[in-house]
């Protein structure tokens, strides 16, 4: 069966500072993968998302950058992180024309 | 306007009862409906993917309406443990099957 691994669950980061994210996908290839992002008692909102290695579309100018450099593996990145980079961040993944699966997520606090 | 437009509630109802959410999406190249349910602090998970003609999983009961662009989710003799935000969700299909969450209804289910 397919599984998907987030790390870390929580993170507390000081204004500035990078961040890496990590989200990997077992048990099924060349899935669509997504990043992400709700913000306190908001919706979810789609980030990035990725049909293939390489291969990054953004939703939303933002401070943040994707890559997905194997095929099973999507990292979320930021050079210096916002107050307004705060929130929930998770990753998800699908096959096409399939309902979409999410990790665990990764609760980030900026300081 | 939003694309997918919930109730965000809360909908307190005793143990027992039957509740109904709906919902409904401005595009109308939506392709597939599904409803997840998030429970605080974690994950959506989903619940149920929406047909038009009508889906039943036990308790659970949904609708789609594609001229109206209307969805529902009936839940029938509510528990404790269903308490939860439920969160209904548009996709375009295509290779890149991306989602459109609406904010979510949260149930308050009641002893």
């Known amino acids: 069966s397919q599984t998907i691994h987030q790390w870390p669950a929580t993170l507390v980061q000081p204004v500035g500072s990078p961040l890496s994210l990590e989200c990997t996908v077992e048990?099924?290839?060349?899935?669509?993968l997504y990043w992400y992002r709700q913000a306190a008692g908001r919706g979810l909102q789609l980030l990035f998302y990725?049909?293939?290695?390489?291969?990054i579309s953004s939703e939303v100018p933002q401070n943040l950058s994707a890559s997905r450099p194997q095929d099973r593996q999507f990292i979320l990145s930021s050079k210096k992180l916002l107050l307004s980079d705060s929130g929930f961040y998770l990753c998800?993944?699908?096959?096409?024309?399939?309902?979409?699966?999410f990790g665990d997520g990764t609760r980030l606090s900026i300081l | 306007r939003k694309e997918v437009e919930q109730d965000p509630g809360p909908f307190n109802v005793p143990e027992g009862a039957t509740v109904a959410f709906n919902c409904t999406y401005s595009?109308?190249?939506?392709?597939?409906f599904f409803w997840y349910r998030q429970d605080c602090r974690k994950e959506p998970k989903l619940l149920m993917s929406?047909?038009?003609s009508g889906n039943e999983d036990g308790r659970f009961t949904a609708q789609l309406n594609r001229a109206s662009q209307y969805i529902s989710l009936l839940i029938r003799d509510s528990k404790l443990s269903d308490s939860a935000t439920y969160l209904c969700?548009?996709?375009?299909?295509?290779?890149?099957?991306?989602?459109?969450f609406g904010t979510g209804t949260l149930l308050a289910v009641q002893p």
């Open positions: 990725s049909v293939g290695i390489g291969q």
């Open positions: 998800a993944w699908a096959k096409q024309g399939q309902p979409q699966h």
């Open positions: 048990g099924t290839s060349n899935p669509n």
């Open positions: 595009n109308s190249a939506s392709q597939s």
């Open positions: 969700v548009a996709s375009y299909g295509g290779a890149t099957n991306k989602l459109i």
């Open positions: 929406v047909y038009s």
